[in-house]
């Protein structure tokens, strides 16, 4: 039972991580942690529902929503974060919860909230593995995964763009001294990220049902994805996902679905404790 | 080429230029002279448009640059290597290089130039730069300042915490770099030094600009030899 098990695990862990990575990302290079970010990914999960039932094929109602989502977080990051530019850091945040409220509402005032069946990408009866049943959308999930993970590394480590924007990270204002656009690279970041959730609510709304509050407690675990890999690793944010689904999965089975949840957050605590750091996390140093 | 007017700017409540004004010529090589706090790291980061000024105007081949964001200004071929040398630390120093020519297509030709001045930098560029020393940090700043072929190259104390040595090889290094063509503005407290490679002196006190003059004429006065030479 052990197989079925851990597939189901890692591609739910797989959502996590897709959903921490942008989360880390835009709290080491904006500084600010987007609370409005899974419901950005909702928004346009409901868009590509739309879509399907307007009859367009899936994969152009992913690709539109795709799209759809990396605009609306580069309009974010134009439109309501940069004029609180200089300011504290805590109004950025107060205006993502305020957008997080707003596109909640206007998710349930134009689809409504009842629940909606999303139709998976990869529909048809579990495929067996080793003589255990495997879903199809979990192994997309964990194909999609690895494969978003490549691009982003190749982005960051193989482009101009990602190194000047690796650089800001470090330093936003001498990468703007070398002559960076820094709002070009805030933009995508902005759109980066959100892309990065839509991805994540798209695969996991087959899963589950399509309403307006599935994306919170994805949002919750993506942050506990992100904690627990560090909170300034991508790379951690990706297994620190990984871990919290697996982790989840074995105590559903092994212990109590309605426990799964909370144990699989004390054992992240435990974690923590130990390696207060995070899984991948560096500690902080600073050397001028 | 560089002309600074009645600059003055605050921070917040606080004066920090009372209106300076200087001029770096093509090809020229100006010292910035004053103790701590006299303004010298304002007036570079004004120049860079890291700071706004309150008044004043910064002339770049007769055009202002006030109101430019750094980016702009970086563009227009003034190159700032700053206080604290503002590397990227979990970069190597390869990458460092590489955002020092963001705004050019290759600079690969640039290289061999670039580690005659530097040896170290070429056995060091697999690293990160965190993991340089004082002296090996300080290069790479200034290299990588060059390989984005600044016309004008402001230094924020590229002196400050390294040992006589690397001091003495950083100025060596500073007088190739002038004789290049590339025009300096030089921040300092050691001031012996800096005469040493600049035609040209201004020394400010408390946001103003005190004296300033040919390197030869101010070596003799007796103002300067009171309150910076320290004798």
């Known amino acids: 039972m052990l197989l079925p098990l851990l597939i189901g695990g890692l591609a739910n862990g797989g959502v996590y991580g897709l959903v921490a990575l942008g989360l880390v990302w835009l709290h080491r290079s904006y500084g600010v942690m987007n609370f409005a970010h899974g419901e950005m990914a909702l928004f346009v999960t409901f868009l590509s529902f739309f879509l399907v039932q307007l009859g367009w094929p899936l994969s152009g109602a992913f690709l539109a929503a795709l799209l759809a989502a990396a605009l609306l977080g580069w309009l974010v990051e134009r439109l309501l974060l940069r004029p609180f530019a200089g300011s504290s850091p805590l109004s950025l945040v107060i205006a993502t919860m305020g957008l997080l409220m707003a596109l909640n509402g206007l998710s349930s005032g134009i689809w409504g909230t009842l629940p909606q069946r999303f139709p998976p990408a990869l529909a048809g009866p579990p495929v067996r593995l080793a003589s255990w049943p495997v879903q199809r959308q979990d192994l997309l999930i964990l194909g999609v995964l690895v494969f978003s993970a490549l691009v982003l590394f190749g982005f960051l480590f193989f482009t101009k763009f990602g190194l000047a924007s690796r650089a800001a990270v470090q330093n936003p204002w001498m990468a703007r001294l070398l002559g960076v656009s820094i709002n070009k690279v805030y933009g995508a970041s902005w759109a980066l990220s959100a892309a990065l959730a839509a991805l994540a609510s798209i695969l996991f709304a087959p899963k589950t049902v399509l309403t307006t509050s599935m994306m919170m407690s994805v949002l919750i675990k993506g942050f506990t994805a992100g904690v627990l890999g560090g909170f300034n690793s991508l790379p951690g944010a990706i297994l620190g996902g990984v871990c919290l689904g697996v982790m989840e999965n074995l105590m559903a089975f092994y212990v109590s679905t309605q426990w799964k949840d909370s144990l699989a957050l004390a054992l992240i605590v435990l974690v923590l404790l130990v390696r207060p750091e995070g899984l991948l996390g560096k500690k902080e140093t600073q050397r001028v | ?231």
């Open chain 2, 1 to 231: 080429m560089l002309e600074v007017r009645d600059l003055v700017v605050w921070y917040g409540p606080v004066p920090a230029l009372h209106g300076v004004s200087l001029s770096v010529e093509e090809g020229g090589s100006v010292a910035l002279l004053g103790a701590n706090g006299a303004g010298k790291t304002t007036t570079l980061r004004t120049i860079s448009g890291l700071i706004r000024p309150r008044s004043g105007m910064i002339l770049w081949q007769g055009k202002n640059l006030v109101g430019l964001p750094p980016e702009a200004i970086a563009r227009k071929g003034i190159g700032h290597v700053p206080e604290g040398r503002g590397l990227f630390p979990e970069l190597t120093v390869w990458e460092n290089l590489k955002m020092g020519a963001y705004l050019r297509r290759d600079f690969r030709a640039d290289l061999p130039w670039i580690f005659e001045i530097f040896p170290v930098l070429k056995e060091r560029l697999r690293q990160m730069a965190r993991t340089l020393s004082g002296g090996e940090a300080q290069m790479l700043a200034i290299a990588r300042a060059l390989v984005g072929r600044p016309k004008l190259l402001l230094l924020d104390e590229p002196s400050l915490g390294l040992d006589p040595i690397h001091t003495a090889r950083v100025f060596l290094a500073l007088k190739e770099i002038k004789e290049a063509g590339v025009s300096l503005l030089l921040a300092e407290q050691n001031a012996y030094k800096a005469l040493e490679v600049c035609t040209h002196a201004y020394v400010l006190e408390l946001g103003f600009v005190q004296i300033w003059g040919p390197t030869q004429e101010l070596r003799s006065a007796e103002a300067v030899r009171r309150i910076y030479l320290g004798g």
